[in-house]
């Protein structure tokens, strides 16, 4: 049971790490608040919708690795942006992206807390990063997390503060999709994950 536990926690630390980083998040998840609107409420139509997930030669570095001791470590690295759509119409040229990163955390392979970050999206006209070059955003984490499909999905939202789509919310989902067992035994020099990016 006890190593079940440790692959659980292992698995959640690192998708919380890579959501984190991917999103420069500053802050740790928080409730949900009262007055926040019903699942029923039928939500607006997104901006942007784009798959994410680090491509050949990519991957999320930490130094040091995240161990199953607490202690201050620093990440960078890059994601690619794909399949991106436009619901409402209002992007129609985007086809693709890249989210650069770099951050710190305090971490251990159960937890990760005091996480501090940035991240610019840049946007193509092209699939796969080809085509012009149409812009680039910051983003920046909200001070409290939301509910999603796992806990760390709670860090995987925010605000565009400057750039293309500025003022607009993004959420996210986001798993590892390398062997993170041996974070204990071992410890985790690096993450490759894949989930999907929605900008509001």
């Not at 130094?63 to 690295?77: C, D, L, Q, Y």
């Not at 993170?180 to 989930?195: A, D, N, P, T, W």
Request: proline share 6%; with cysteine.
């Amino acid at each position: 049971m006890r190593a079940v536990h440790h692959l659980r926690a292992a698995a959640v630390t690192a998708t919380a790490v890579l959501t984190l980083f991917a999103t420069g998040s500053t802050s740790q998840a928080g409730p949900q608040t009262a007055g926040a609107p019903s699942a029923a409420v039928a939500a607006p139509r997104a901006t942007l919708k784009c798959s994410l997930r680090t491509g050949p030669g990519q991957r999320i570095t930490f130094s040091p690795a995240v161990t199953s001791t607490p202690r201050k470590i620093s990440a960078r690295g890059s994601a690619n942006l794909d399949n991106c759509t436009s619901p409402n119409g209002r992007q129609p040229r985007i086809r693709s992206g890249r989210i650069t990163l770099k951050g710190s955390a305090h971490a251990s392979c159960s937890r990760a807390k005091s996480l501090k970050g940035k991240a610019t999206a840049t946007w193509y006209s092209g699939p796969n990063r080809t085509g012009r070059v149409l812009g680039h955003s910051a983003l920046r984490p909200a001070p409290h997390g939301t509910r999603g499909y796992t806990a760390a999905d709670s860090f995987l939202n925010g605000t565009v503060t400057s750039g293309r789509m500025a003022h607009r919310s993004f959420s996210g989902t986001a798993v590892p999709t390398n062997n993170v067992r041996h974070c204990f035994s071992r410890g985790l020099g690096y993450i490759e994950g894949r989930g999907n990016l929605t900008v509001r």
